[in-house]
C-alpha cells in the first residue's frame, strides 16, 4: 500500500494568515483526496485533488478558501486561506490507487486558530 | 442527512472476547464498504473492505459481514486485544460516484486486560 507523508504534522497560526499542507505518496497514484476533521467528528471530504487540472470541491467547501494543487502523480498541497478559529482541526490528505481499493491516509496535520 | 451511521459512540470488551462493532447506511448505490482504525495523532488505517457481491470477508482476527437488504454491516474482531483500543470508522463509496468515501462518525473501542 502507498505511505503518504504530510507536513507539518501540526502548527499554531495567526487569525487571518494562511497554511500549505503537503502531501507526498511514495508512488504513483490515480486520486488523493482531502479531508478535514473537526474535534469529536468524522472525517469530511473536502475536495478531489486532479491532477492537471482544478479539484472538485464537496458542498460546503470553495476553492477561494481551501485552493489545492495536484502538479504530478504523487504530490499534492491544501491550502488554508484567511484562517478563523472554526478553521481549527485536523487535515488529512489520502490516495488511492483504482477504483474499489481501499484509501491510504496521511497521518494528517493538527491545525490550531489563535 | 447521515448517510453512514454507526450509533454507537463507545464499546467496551474484555481481552480475549469477540468485538461487534455496527454501521447502518441509507444510500442504496453504495457498493463498497470498508473499515478503517485510527489512534491518536495518526492517520486512518485501513482494515478490512467488502464488495457488495459478498455478504462475508475475512482477514485474520477481523471479519466485516454485510447484509444488503438490511443496509448494515458490521465487522467482528476475535479475539479482542488491549492494541485492537482505538476508534474504529465505517466507510461506504459508490462506483458511480467516483471513489468518494462517505465515513461513518466512529465507534470508540476499548479492549481491557
Known amino acids: 500500500s502507498a505511505v503518504i507523508s504530510q507536513k507539518p504534522s501540526r502548527d499554531i497560526c495567526q487569525r487571518g494568515t494562511s497554511l500549505t499542507i503537503q502531501c507526498q505518496v511514495d508512488?504513483?497514484?490515480?486520486?488523493m483526496f482531502w479531508y478535514r476533521q473537526q474535534p469529536g467528528q468524522s472525517l469530511t471530504l473536502i475536495a478531489t485533488?486532479?491532477?492537471?487540472?482544478?479539484?472538485?470541491?464537496e458542498s460546503g467547501f470553495v476553492i477561494d478558501k481551501f485552493p489545492i494543487s495536484r502538479p504530478n502523480l504523487t504530490f499534492s498541497t491544501l491550502t488554508v486561506s484567511n484562517m478563523s478559529p472554526e478553521d481549527s482541526s485536523i487535515y488529512l490528505c489520502?490516495?488511492?490507487?483504482?477504483?474499489?481499493?481501499?484509501?491510504?491516509f496521511g497521518d494528517g496535520t493538527r491545525l490550531s486558530i489563535l | 442527512d447521515q448517510q453512514v451511521k454507526q450509533n454507537s459512540p463507545s464499546l467496551s470488551v474484555q481481552e480475549g472476547r469477540i468485538s461487534i462493532l455496527n454501521c447502518d447506511y441509507t444510500?442504496?448505490?453504495?457498493?463498497?464498504f470498508l473499515w478503517y482504525k485510527k489512534y491518536p495523532a495518526e492517520g486512518p488505517t485501513f482494515l478490512i473492505s467488502?464488495?457488495?457481491?459478498?455478504d462475508k470477508n475475512e482477514d485474520g482476527r477481523f471479519t466485516v459481514f454485510l447484509n444488503k437488504s438490511a443496509k448494515h454491516l458490521s465487522l467482528h474482531i476475535v479475539p479482542s486485544q488491549p492494541g485492537d483500543s482505538a476508534v474504529y470508522f465505517c466507510a461506504a463509496s459508490a462506483y458511480n460516484y467516483g471513489q468518494n468515501f462517505v465515513f461513518g462518525p466512529g465507534t470508540r473501542l476499548s479492549v481491557l486486560p
Open positions: 485533488a486532479n491532477q492537471g487540472s482544478e479539484a472538485t470541491y
Open positions: 467488502i464488495s457488495s457481491i459478498k
Open positions: 489520502s490516495a488511492v490507487g483504482g477504483n474499489n481499493q481501499p484509501q491510504h
Open positions: 508512488s504513483q497514484v490515480t486520486m
Open positions: 444510500n442504496s448505490m453504495f457498493d463498497y
